[in-house]
């Protein structure tokens, strides 16, 4: 049985637990993507931090993520109602060797006053299409992520795709079509964070910076779940923060941690040294540094940063007017032929 945190918390629910545990019906209950019972952001589902209250069905209890710090393991356990005694934990690296992870922080000017309207920026909708080209040269698919509602309905008119976050309609439908389309784009917030197991979406974008490296490392693992090369890259001019009314947590101290963490994984030499360390407790020096099979981010690929410059360049020249033109049949005939010369696969 399939149930919904705000149906599993309620008394009705409760009661037909109690009946199936005297009918010895009820084996175990498992609480999938557990972490998030640790989400306490202003405008999150409440109902999931009662899910400790399931212990009362005197069941055993399996809890499942594969995205939860080691620090706060005990946190978690507090929020279930248990503790670390009575629990045996199997951990496993939760590192994606296979994703590059990369930041993008170009240049802009001022003009744009609100909040991420400079994803209009000319430079910043050449490049995004040249992201989606080459993932649509390896025939995948590209996911772009904003924080707000409104940052994703102007993704999506403007790169026209749909849009899914809390207020899509229908929401089933949106994500049915973009599994169905081969070299689909969609745009989303981080409701499509969780429970989405796509195998060949090759790019993940950011619109800004994520709520939290958590989110993070959460929205960039939808990137290439069959195994092969992707890229989850954040879009971060320089010189424009977070707007201050963006809720991040109820609680200032954890916000500043957060944020904390997120200036961290911006300054530092290699990103996967604060993802590692963060996520598995696992330290590093640098990418592929025992294994060099694996994707080296932005810092450790000295010639990253120089072919996306000539990759916004030969979109330009090339004709590539904004986004609107962007489902056109021409600009996905633009195909491979760039992206095997700017370099192999998402370069």
Request: hydrophobic share 35%; net charge neutral.
């Amino acid at each position: 049985m399939l149930v919904t945190p705000e149906s599993a918390i309620t008394e009705d629910f409760m009661t037909f637990l109690n009946r199936q545990r005297l009918c010895h019906r009820l084996d175990r209950i498992v609480i999938d993507e557990c972490h998030v019972v640790l989400n306490d952001q202003t405008n999150f589902r409440p109902a999931i931090a009662q899910l400790g209250r399931l212990l009362m069905a005197q069941a055993q209890m399996i809890y499942l993520t594969a995205t939860l710090p080691p620090t706060a393991e005990n946190q978690l356990f507090q929020r279930l109602r248990t503790s670390r005694e009575k629990v045996h934990l199997f951990r496993a690296r939760t590192h994606r060797m296979n994703v590059a992870y990369r930041l993008w922080q170009p240049t802009v000017p001022n003009q744009y006053a609100n909040s991420y309207d400079w994803v209009e920026d000319p430079n910043i909708v050449r490049f995004i299409r040249d992201r989606i080209t080459r993932a649509r040269a390896q025939a995948g698919r590209v996911v772009i992520y904003g924080l707000t509602t409104k940052t994703v309905d102007k993704l999506a008119k403007g790169f026209e795709c749909e849009a899914y976050h809390s207020h899509t309609i229908d929401r089933h439908s949106v994500l049915a079509r973009f599994q169905a389309d081969p070299i689909g784009v969609v745009a989303a917030t981080s409701a499509l964070g969780m429970g989405v197991d796509i195998p060949n979406i090759r790019s993940i974008i950011h619109i800004g910076l994520p709520r939290s490296l958590l989110d993070y490392a959460q929205e960039s693992g939808r990137a290439s779940r069959d195994g092969l090369r992707s890229e989850a890259i954040i879009i971060q001019p320089h010189g424009f923060l977070r707007p201050k009314w963006d809720p991040i947590h109820k609680d200032p101290v954890k916000a500043q941690a957060e944020q904390s963490r997120l200036d961290r994984y911006i300054s530092q030499d290699c990103r996967r040294v604060i993802l590692d360390e963060y996520l598995d407790s696992y330290q590093r020096q640098y990418c592929g540094e025992s294994d060099n099979t694996e994707q080296r981010c932005d810092r450790c690929d000295e010639h990253w940063q120089a072919n996306e410059e000539v990759a916004s360049e030969l979109a330009h020249q090339l004709g590539s007017e904004p986004a609107r033109q962007l489902g056109s049949e021409p600009a996905r005939q633009l195909g491979s032929e760039p992206a095997r010369q700017l370099g192999s696969e998402l370069g």
